[in-house]
């Protein structure tokens, strides 16, 4: 079990819906991460929060909406998105920017 | 300047057998070089990591070996058991990457080691 917990799990959604992907770590980092990644690729990086605040955004889609209520927290807020955007999104986080990075187990997104 | 090249694509070995995954970088900027190792349906799991002041690093089975001059770093699994059947990415993170945390990730490679 991997001490960065996501929810769901699964997650099967419509291009008109609107969904959130949950991430939460209770481990004291105080940097967070999203990656998308495609079935044998590795992942790429999407947003990168660091002490609550955003510190980089990889020219994501506005269709994509980070969001880091608290420092264990970090959500991703999904809205019209395409058939491509399937993939498993994994969270990540770790102590600071410079330390080493630990993932969850995903969410897998497939969008009908 | 930002890509992490990683060699085999795949890689098939018997069981007690070693298995040997190299990478190469180009920014000599980089200052940090982990091993991520992921089982189907799972999140890449850290498995190693080594920063460039050291030429090898080992942790049980798995060790790194780092060699600045060529900007090449490789991993070492030994005694490989079928269980150690998994995708491997190497990355490379640090000052090359601005600091910011961003991983720069090879394109993986998967392990099948052979009863």
């Known amino acids: 079990d991997t001490e960065v917990t996501q929810t769901p799990k699964h997650l099967v959604m419509g291009m008109t819906n609107k969904k959130s992907l949950k991430c939460e770590q209770h481990?004291?980092?105080?940097?967070m991460y999203w990656y998308k990644q495609k079935a044998k690729k590795p992942p790429e990086l999407m947003f990168v929060?660091?002490?609550?605040?955003?510190?980089i955004n990889e020219s994501v889609p506005s269709r994509f909406s980070p969001e880091c209520p608290n420092s264990s927290l970090l959500n991703l807020h999904l809205h019209a998105l395409q058939p491509e955007d399937s993939a498993l999104y994994l969270c990540?986080?770790?102590?600071?920017?410079?330390?080493?990075?630990?993932f969850g187990d995903g969410t897998r997104l497939s969008i009908l | 300047q930002q890509q992490v090249k990683q060699s085999p694509q795949s890689l098939i070995v018997q069981k007690g057998g070693i298995s040997i995954i190299n990478c190469a970088y180009e920014?000599?900027?980089?200052?940090?070089f982990p091993w991520y190792q992921q089982f189907p349906g799972k999140g890449p799991a850290l498995l190693i990591a080594?920063?460039?002041?050291?030429s090898e690093k080992k942790e049980g089975r798995f060790t790194i070996s780092f060699n600045k001059s060529a900007k090449q770093f490789s991993l070492h699994i030994m005694d490989s058991q079928p269980g150690d059947s998994a995708t491997y990415f190497c990355?490379?993170?640090?000052?090359?990457?601005?600091?910011?945390?961003?991983?720069?990730f090879g394109q993986g490679t998967t392990l099948q080691v052979k009863p």
């Open positions: 990355a490379a993170s640090g000052v090359g990457s601005g600091n910011t945390g961003k991983l720069i």
């Open positions: 990540a986080s770790s102590l600071d920017r410079s330390q080493p990075q630990h």
């Open positions: 929060y660091s002490y609550e605040k955003l510190s």
């Open positions: 080594i920063r460039p002041d050291v």
């Open positions: 481990m004291g980092h105080r940097a």
């Open positions: 920014n000599t900027a980089f200052d940090y």
